[in-house]
Each structure stands twice: as C-alpha cells, then as structure tokens.
C-alpha cells in the first residue's frame, strides 16, 4: 500500500473537487517539525458511534448525566431514567413540569439534584435510584 502524507484531517470547501475527501473516525496529530518527520501528520483510527440502546419513548432527549460513581441517568421528557450496565431504560420517576428546556444535575456521590428550569428541583438518592420506579 502506497503511504499518503496527509497533512491535516476532514475539511469542507466550496469546491466540490477541493473537499471530496473525508476523513471519518481519525483523530489528527500534528508530528513534531524538529524531528524531521516522514509525514506531518499521523492519524490514528478511534472508534465510531454504535447504537447501544433507545429510549422508551421517542421525545427530545433533555439531559445525560454520569454520576460520580459511574451510573448514569437520561431524562428524556419528563421522565427520569437510570441507564443500567446492560443499556436498559429503567424508569424511576416524572418531571413535575411540562418543559422541553435543557435539565442539568450535579451530584455528591449519595445524591444528585437535579433543576429543569422549573421552580421546583428534584433530589435523587442513589440507593433509591436504582430500585425500580421510586418516587422523585
């Protein structure tokens, strides 16, 4: 196989002819200059998306947060799921308010609030989490 020196990664141009090329799943590194490299650039292969698993519902997906200790949680509408090592939705509670904004949670590592830009804001306990559908 014949070496390509490339010299940087995917770039779109107005010309057709100029960005017909496309790099996907490479992650471009410059080469230092002072060591006189073969090629500028060397690109390295980095994995690509593979769907794991999709919500219960197919609404606007409004937060995805990794707790301190590794669990994770999805809101998507309003409702409020933990994410288990298999990819399953496990739903464990409802927004109280009808909203589409952004959510946002930050945690301790025993519990973590969660704020939809409603007045209220919700507490989820990590014990109480992670037990089928408990109360927010």
Excluded: H, W
């Amino acid at each position: 196989m014949v070496a390509i020196p490339l010299k940087s990664g995917a770039y779109f141009s107005q010309s057709y002819i100029a960005s017909a090329q496309r790099s996907i799943n490479l992650y471009a590194e410059k080469n230092p200059e002072e060591i006189d490299p073969k090629f500028p650039v060397t690109q390295y292969v980095r994995p690509g998306l593979k769907l794991l698993a999709s919500p219960p519902q197919m609404v606007a997906g409004r937060c995805l947060y990794r707790y301190t200790t590794g669990f994770l949680f999805a809101v998507t509408g309003q409702s409020v799921f933990y994410i288990d090592a298999n990819y399953k939705y496990n739903l464990i509670g409802s927004l109280q308010s009808n909203r589409t904004t952004p959510v946002y949670m930050a945690d301790n590592g025993v519990s973590a609030f969660v704020v939809d830009g409603s007045p209220q804001g919700y507490i989820i306990t990590l014990p109480t989490a992670i037990a089928p559908n408990p109360v927010l």
